[in-house]
């Protein structure tokens, strides 16, 4: 059974231990009764070695799986990319500009400064922004058919007992187009939700990715090119390859800044000029966009053009490919048995094979990072396109980026989970090697054209191409190689698990190449 809330469970879960041990389960029927008649219980298939789940019903009957199946693992997205987050953030801005406004001298008409009560009051009214608040603006929105009108109307209703803040009120929105209001809440909502949602989620990875890069720092595998075999490199320097690109697509999107435009209608600060023509508006644009940590854009139509946010989203979109690319490797290499998936008890790998353990982490990661750049692809082409001075298409589009966030974070949880279920086959990485000494033939041609041999390449492909070479026939090889005593011995005792140059090296030492702030 599942109850609605937690202090019900602990509280009955108690009860009904301690009666079933008493013998009374005449009792216990009779609260299981009461407790069904007041909604507080609800039953729940259960089997004894398999887990109890709570189904929410709204999340069977969502449309999109980041609000059914993937809820968990974005609900904090919600603090971003739902419609209450963003009629906060305007809520914010609104109020931001408000405040800053009533600070220009010459503005305001034979007024007093805000006090620190008045600030109080709208400070609060962000801080203690509930879904209820949210809801209200929703109503009034419904009468308006204009969402951000209908926020100033919310902001207007939330001072009307302050008689020193109504009388300002007319300053609310003031010299603003909606998109004046609209583009820096994006703004602000895109930056926390990278900062606060992907950096944490990329960092965790990072971190075990550098962790087993070491420890299979010396895991000597075969490579492959042309999904052929290929001079042996090691497991953990494959893996510090991606922990190498995964931090360089990080660190480009450090540098970037939303940008935020703040010049009314067109862009020309037109009603600005018209009221109040002494202000230097552009500079006060300026001081109000970079005082909210976003990037002033001083050219602009209506709308901010987008080409930030494109910049932005190319780079997630990039991370994300690089985490594709991670997750095939992954599954091929488990493929080929490089690495052993765990096999978690009660878990099925198929509803017919009962041996399958597969690695479904990593598809399950390929899949929705592939939507989430689909979306990202298609954000970055459409969003710098606006007709003239502006067309609402944009506002359509950009409503959506919270699913491609959405999906992005599913693939990276994914990806955790996966690596976690990793085990290294070592032994079987070695086993292959031994069966493999024409990897060797790059090394044998090598010293031999140091020694300025004939035609070495040519000799070692007649010995090699195609073939699988066994020890015995390449030490055969080596010994009759006209080449110093010394060199004939050193590549007697090569291995095709020794032959592996620096990559031990590379992948300790990847801690040296990355920034790694993130980390």
């Known amino acids: 059974f599942f109850f609605n809330d937690t202090a019900t469970t602990e509280i009955y879960t108690s009860l009904f231990v301690g009666s079933v041990r008493c013998g009374q389960e005449t009792g216990i029927i009779m609260i299981i009764r009461n407790l069904f008649k007041k909604g507080r219980m609800v039953p729940l298939f259960f089997r004894k070695g398999f887990a109890t789940t709570a189904v929410n019903k709204e999340r069977l009957l969502a449309i999109c799986p980041i609000d059914g199946r993937y809820k968990n693992q974005v609900a904090s997205l919600s603090n971003y990319f739902s419609e209450s987050a963003l009629i906060k953030y305007r809520v914010q801005v609104e109020l931001h500009w408000f405040k800053s406004l009533l600070k220009e001298k010459g503005l305001v008409f034979n007024d007093k400064p805000l006090g620190d009560a008045d600030v109080k009051l709208l400070d609060d009214i962000v801080k203690s922004f509930s879904t209820d608040d949210a809801q209200k603006v929703k109503d009034i929105e419904a009468v308006t058919n204009h969402d951000m009108k209908a926020v100033e109307y919310f902001i207007k209703d939330k001072i009307k007992d302050s008689s020193h803040l109504k009388s300002l009120g007319e300053y609310i929105h003031f010299t603003c187009t909606s998109e004046d209001i609209n583009n820096l809440a994006y703004g602000l909502l895109l930056s926390d939700s990278i900062s606060k949602e992907v950096y944490p989620k990329i960092s965790e990875m990072q971190k075990v990715l550098i ?50 435009k703040f010049n009314g209608a067109v862009g020309n600060f037109n009603a600005h000029v018209v009221t109040c023509p002494q202000l230097d508006w552009i500079t006060i644009s300026k001081n109000f966009v970079e005082s909210l940590g976003l990037k002033w854009v001083p050219y602009s139509t209506q709308i901010e053009q987008h080409d930030g946010m494109a910049k932005i989203f190319n780079t997630i979109e990039r991370l994300n490919t690089i985490l594709i ?48 750049n689909a979306l990202f692809g298609h954000f970055s082409s459409k969003l710098p396109i606006s007709r003239m001075q502006r067309d609402l298409s944009d506002s359509t589009v950009i409503r959506n980026i919270g699913l491609a966030f959405g999906y992005s974070l599913v693939g990276y949880s994914s990806i955790m989970t996966g690596l976690k279920r990793l085990d290294i086959n070592q032994e079987g990485m070695l086993n292959e090697l031994d069966n493999h000494y024409e990897l060797l033939a790059e090394a044998v041609q090598t010293v031999m054209r140091r020694y300025k041999k004939d035609a070495p390449y040519e000799l070692l492909k007649d010995f090699t191409r195609g073939k699988e070479v066994k020890q015995a026939d390449y030490l055969s090889f080596v010994e009759n190689l006209d080449i110093p005593s010394d060199e004939k011995e050193k590549l007697k005792k090569l291995k095709p698990s020794l032959y592996i140059g620096t990559a031990k090296k590379l992948a300790q030492d990847i801690t040296k190449y990355i920034q790694c702030a993130i980390i």
């Open 211 to 260: 962790t087993m890069s070491y420890n299979m720092a010396g895991a000597s595998m075969m490579a492959r090119t042309h999904g052929q075999p290929a001079t042996p490199t090691t497991m953990g320097k494959e893996l510090a390859n991606y922990v190498y690109r995964i931090n360089d697509s990080v660190q480009e999107l450090r540098k970037f800044k939303t940008p935020g």
């Open 325 to 372: 690319g991670l997750c095939r490797d992954i599954w091929m290499y488990t493929s080929y048995g490089y690495f052993k998936l765990k096999v978690i008890k009660g878990e099925v790998g198929s509803s017919t094979m009962p041996h399958k353990v597969n690695p479904i982490y990593f598809e399950n990661a390929e899949g929705n990072l592939g939507i989430a």
